[in-house]
Structure formats: C-alpha cells, structure tokens
C-alpha cells in the first residue's frame, strides 16, 4: 500500500471554552497533526480537584467505520485527574493505519459521577423510614413505611408508659389477688411494648441495609467531540487537517 505523505500543517477553528455541566469544563481543546503523529491537548477544569475522569478516544473512517486504535498514549484512560495542558498522543503507523482518507477523531470524556450520595441517603432514612430509598428511586413513594415504623415506635412506647405505671402499682399493691391480676397485666403490656418497639425497630435496620446494599452506578455525562478532516490539496500530494468541535 502506498503511504500518502501529508503536510504538517493543521486549521484550528479558534474556541475558547466549552461548559458540560456546571461542575467541570473541558478548556481550550487543541488537535495536531505532523504528518506522523496526532496530539490532542486539553484543559480539564473542575470544581472539586478530587474528580476522577475517563477519557478515551474514537476514531472513524469516512464510511463511518471504527478504526481499532490501541497506540494511545498520554492522559487517556481512567483515573484522570483534573488539570492543565493534558496531552493524547497517536501515531497511527504504530497501528498499522495510513491517514489516506477522511477521518474523524472523537474525544470523549466521562466523570466518575455516583448516581446518587449514599451518605445522605442513609442520614435520610435515619429520620424517616424509607426517605433514603425515595430518594434513590426517583421519588417512589418508598417513605410510606414511615408510617407504621413510627406508628408501631409510638405505640410501644405509650404501651411502656403504661407498663411502668401498671408495675408501680404492682410493687405498692398489698392485697395478693390485685398484685397478681397487676402483675399479669404489666407482663403482657411490657412484652407488647417490646414487640411494637421491635418492629420500628426491623422497619428501619431493614430500610438502613436496603439503602446501604444498592449499588452506585456511574452517571454518564456530556462529552466534547473533536473532529478531524483531511481535506485533499488539487494537485499536491499533500493534505490539510482542519477540526471541528462539537457537543
């Protein structure tokens, strides 16, 4: 196959910023080409430094076919950190690939975004039964199991109340017959408190371990796209690169 020779000169459409979201920014994207090698460089602006971004790049030919590239080098891959002046290097020789056609190159970038905050999730459902998981689950009504939860608290805790005065009265009773009955009677308020506490008890363990075991997933995010045309020159053996940014 021949290897087309190309100029080493690249047309940059002039940008200044792009917005994804309103907590990162991918700044200042600039794409090169030297004939040999292909360089992207980018800004990466966040407003939490602790981000973590998956960065990665596709590459079609003008049919729209993938062209299987695995010679990237450079800040590309998972685990990027926010930052200036980040580079992505190609030589597509090193991937047995000659630029003698129209192609395009696409830089994605994606952050390490939960879905939702575990933390405030279980703070919510410590206060209400079910809140945590409404949250979770887009607004189902999962809260309504605050309602025997704190039904079945109240309860037993009146039904204590009553325990404690029937046992006063218990210890203070002389008559054998009445301390009996008042004994019989402050056993079964006690066991029923400790059932209706229990059960509070079971709804919200078991709303704090539902809470706690569903699985955080990544949110996928807005990306910028970069892309690269060969532009043939009449009567030269030679090309020009121009890029396009879009989002």
Request: glycine share 6%.
């Amino acid at each position: 196959m021949k290897i087309q020779k190309f100029l080493p000169a690249l047309i940059l459409s002039s940008i200044s910023a792009f917005s994804f979201s309103q907590s990162f920014m991918v700044t200042d994207p600039k794409l090169e080409f030297d004939g040999y090698k292909l360089s992207i460089t980018y800004d990466l602006v966040t407003k939490e430094n602790s981000d973590i971004f998956y960065v990665w790049v596709e590459i079609k030919n003008q049919a729209g076919n993938p062209i299987r590239a695995y010679s990237f080098k450079g800040e590309i891959g998972d685990s990027i950190k926010p930052g200036t002046n980040k580079r992505i290097e190609w030589i597509p020789e090193e991937d047995a690939i000659y630029l003698d056609e129209d192609i395009s190159v696409e830089m994605k970038s994606e952050r390490y975004e939960w879905t939702f905050k575990k933390g405030s999730a279980l703070f919510s459902s410590v206060l209400v039964p079910g809140l945590g998981l409404t949250k979770i689950k887009n607004g189902k009504p999962y809260w309504l199991a605050a309602i025997p939860a704190y039904g079945a608290l109240a309860g037993g805790l009146v039904i204590h109340s009553s325990y404690v005065k029937t046992f006063d009265a218990y210890r203070s009773e002389v008559d054998p017959v009445e301390r009996g009955d008042l004994w019989d009677k402050s056993i079964k308020e006690k066991n029923l408190s400790i059932g209706l506490i229990g059960a509070a008890a079971v709804i919200w363990v078991a709303d704090l371990v539902w809470v706690a075991s569903t699985p955080n997933k990544y949110r996928p995010l807005k990306h910028p796209k970069l892309y690269l045309n060969c532009v043939p020159l009449n009567g030269q053996n030679a090309t020009l690169l121009t890029l396009k940014v879009d989002f």
